[in-house]
């Protein structure tokens, strides 16, 4: 049943079904089971048909789609959801979101939309401000980090072969001057795959050794980059993605500076800590880098997706990323293009629940946020550290923790994959320095004291149990 005139009536009655939709699956959201239910046999069963000749009405569609996510998806939008690094979404972060889905708009360009173009410019004042980073920055709105990490380096490659005399954009990467690319044993897997999108290939990367918090050795940084000649990028971690620990970045900033390299750093979630006057001191140098990326979408509480590029020299972030081509139509004035600072053309105005949720939260309400998942994340830890045979491995500095069960692998991993069935909540399980553990990440911003208990309690029970369960059996074993 397909539809050929714009009727105000159709699109009502679609969205009114669609907010009903929405607003059931919230209301269950914090009290259901959080992890999936549906894996791809059963979605295949109730999706796959083959593509209907004639369509079918829209609603019904809706009504399909929303009776599968109930099972269909994992509640990672939930306060006890303590998976990956992903938040939840505010509500008016969420609704201005959907505001962004009626407008339909381009935000490549000013033309286009100017509403965007300057929701943009705000927000990434205001983001500027928040983590106290030089204010004429160039900032990019892009899908995640991974494609923060992808445009920081793209205008660090620039930047560096720029200062050897060498038009990378132009020219591309055969014959530059080798670029040497720096990071440590523990940078984000997005960083090689940025490495890849440049040309430079992974193969390239210096790995420099890191501590046993993850956090890398300024000495060995020193000693990989007097072996190296010519230009070079080093990518430094504020927020290991698994233990939360930060690099020693004023040490390494001076290091990078001496040295005249170009340094970036990683922040997708430990950026935000620069937000609250107390934790900033864990990000201690951060603002001596020449690059940051970092996410939105994680600890801002928007919806996905959304990641935040900054460069601190915006002309080597613009000559990356600028297009230029004779129908654009863009401004030569104070107008903000935003395709200018990302690598996508058409895109989406994902800057505007970005404004919008900082605009609600105002400064207080972002240290607060921050604040609050740290607070949860250290609740955890005590409640997990203080039962016997548990063990903490990090230091929790931040809102990520690292829990061992009985000094024992196969155990770590069944009380995480016991706890996944169990769904009071959600978390997953790592692999730190050669020890199994489960990982909690601490994101959103409703989770509440009560909720990091019952998760507590929850991982606890499980863990006694099949402790219980492997006594019993290996006391029969003994017999
Ligand atoms: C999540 C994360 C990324 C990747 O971000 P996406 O938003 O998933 O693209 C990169 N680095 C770190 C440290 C992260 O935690």
């Known amino acids: 049943m397909s539809q050929d005139r714009f009727e105000i009536d159709e699109f009502a009655r679609c969205l009114e079904r669609a907010h009903a939709h929405a607003t059931a699956y919230l209301r269950d959201l914090p009290e259901r089971h959080v992890g999936a239910r549906l894996g791809r046999t059963a979605l295949m069963a109730a999706m796959h048909t083959p593509l209907p000749a004639q369509g079918e009405d829209g609603r019904a569609v809706l009504d399909l789609l929303a009776s599968q996510a109930v099972q269909g998806t994992s509640a990672c939008a939930s306060p006890r959801y303590f998976g990956f690094v992903i938040g939840g979404s505010y509500p008016v972060a969420l609704a201005a979101d959907w505001m962004v889905s009626a407008w339909d708009q381009n935000a490549g360009i000013h033309v286009i939309s100017p509403l965007a173009a300057a929701a943009e410019e705000v927000a990434a004042q205001w983001l500027l401000e928040l983590f106290d980073l030089p204010r004429d920055s160039g900032v990019g709105f892009v899908t995640g980090c991974q494609m923060a990490n992808f445009t920081c380096l793209a205008a660090a490659r620039h930047g560096v072969l720029r200062r050897a005399g060498w038009d990378v954009e132009a020219e591309g990467l055969y014959g530059a001057p080798r670029v040497h690319v720096v990071t440590s044993a523990e940078s984000h897997v997005t960083i090689d795959v940025a490495m890849r999108y440049l040309g430079f290939g992974t193969r390239a990367l210096h790995r420099v050794e890191s501590d046993a918090q993850g956090r890398m050795l300024p000495r060995r940084l020193r000693e990989t980059l007097a072996r190296l000649e010519g230009p070079v990028i080093v990518c430094a971690q504020a927020g290991n993605v698994n233990t939360g620990a930060f690099d020693p970045l004023r040490e390494i900033g001076a290091i990078v500076r001496e040295r005249g390299g170009w340094l970036h750093v990683d922040g997708a979630f430990g950026l935000w800590a620069r937000a609250n006057a107390t934790l900033r001191a864990v990000a201690d140098g951060i603002e001596l880098a020449d690059s940051w990326a970092t996410d939105a979408h994680k600890w801002l509480n928007v919806p996905y997706d959304c990641g935040v590029a900054i460069v601190r020299d915006a002309q080597d972030h613009r000559t990356a990323m600028t297009s230029v081509a004779a129908y654009l139509i863009q401004t030569g004035g104070l107008e903000r293009d935003p395709v200018d600072w990302v690598p996508e053309f058409s895109r989406r105005a994902r800057g505007i629940p970005v404004y919008a949720t ?37 230091d929790v500095v931040l809102n990520q923790v690292l829990v061992r069960f009985g000094d024992d692998d196969e155990l770590t991993r069944a009380v995480v994959s016991g706890v996944q069935d169990e769904g009071t909540c959600w978390l997953s399980g790592t692999t730190w320095h050669g020890l199994g553990a489960m990982r909690i990440s601490v994101s959103n911003w409703a989770t509440t004291e009560e909720d990091a208990a019952r998760s507590a309690e929850a991982i606890l029970r499980v863990y006694r149990a099949l402790r219980t369960c492997r006594e019993m059996s290996s006391s029969t074993a003994a017999r």
């Not at 604040?371 to 409640?383: I, N, P, S, T, V």
């Open 358 to 394: 900082l605009r609600t939260l105002g400064r207080d309400g972002v240290a607060a946020l921050v604040e609050r998942c740290c607070a949860r994340a250290r609740q955890m830890a005590g409640l997990l550290g203080a039962e016997e045979g548990v063990r903490v491995l990090n």
